[in-house]
């Protein structure tokens, strides 16, 4: 049966590409409908489908082989598992007992998310190729995780830094309506073409917002222009395009 909460093209588009989220929010902005994802196949799995469970794996697995039986290799993985545990905050919380036990199921939870998610992303690799993405924040100490390095060593995936401020993330504050915000972020991937187009470096010509309150909430969320970047990025991998990388963002974020 095709995975729950597949989303695609509709009318007779013919779709010749497949993205899959793996713990994306319900309405991701990946996984719907533009001009940069014409063609291509969404499906999103959600907290609903559980990816931590068997069910939840075979689902995402099932998924996987259906996308390349029916277009073998041009398929994009999106992981994006949730940063709560990885938090920088976390070194000054964790001096609280009720904050240090919060913590600590995030991070509980993580780690069985990474398991399930890096064998269904070393799945798709072994069955067809994909383009695999990590993304999580800059700061975020999960890419310092063992497990994390060795997967990324592995399958040589490089990292690259971008912030949002380049990209059209803005404050929605009312204090501070439309400043762009500095958020930082960063995807590590195994072949260049993501890392080509989201890799700008704040240029220092504006000022920024702090990132907090209901702008950091907001800030978790991608731009139309980041997300158009993805899609663009992932066409080309499809299409076999030769890309080149442009200089990498070294700025600490």
Not at 19 to 29: A, F, H, Q, T, V
Not at 145 to 168: Q, T, W
Not at 170 to 189: C, D, F, R, Y
């Amino acid at each position: 049966p095709p995975a729950l909460g597949a989303v695609s093209d509709g009318g007779d588009a013919v779709l010749e590409r497949t993205c899959i989220e793996l713990c994306c929010s319900p309405d991701s902005k990946i996984g719907s409908m533009s001009s940069a994802s014409e063609r291509c196949k969404r499906i999103r799995f959600t907290v609903r489908h559980d990816l931590t469970s068997p069910e939840g794996v075979a689902l995402a697995i099932n998924a996987v082989d259906v996308a390349q039986r029916t277009h073998r290799g041009r398929l994009l993985l999106w992981l994006a598992i949730p940063c709560t545990g990885g938090c920088p905050w976390h070194r000054i919380n964790s001096l609280y007992p009720s904050a240090r036990l919060k913590i600590e199921k995030s991070q509980a939870l993580f780690a069985k998310l990474w398991e399930n998610c890096s064998r269904i992303a070393e799945h798709a690799m072994k069955t067809g190729g994909a383009l695999i993405a990590i993304e999580w924040p800059q700061q975020c100490s999960y890419w310092s995780d063992p497990l994390v390095l060795s997967f990324i060593e592995r399958h040589g995936l490089k990292k690259a830094n971008f912030h949002g401020c380049m990209y059209g993330v803005k404050s929605e504050n009312v204090h501070t309506l439309g400043v762009p915000m500095k958020k930082s972020w960063s995807i590590a991937s195994n072949t260049p073409h993501l890392n080509s187009l989201l890799n700008k470096c704040c240029d220092k010509s504006h000022e920024h917002a702090i990132v907090r309150g209901n702008d950091a909430k907001r800030s978790e969320n991608y731009t139309d222009e980041i997300v158009q970047k993805i899609h663009v990025a992932f066409k080309e991998y499809s299409l076999g395009k030769r890309v080149s990388v442009g200089a990498p963002c070294l700025e600490p974020g």
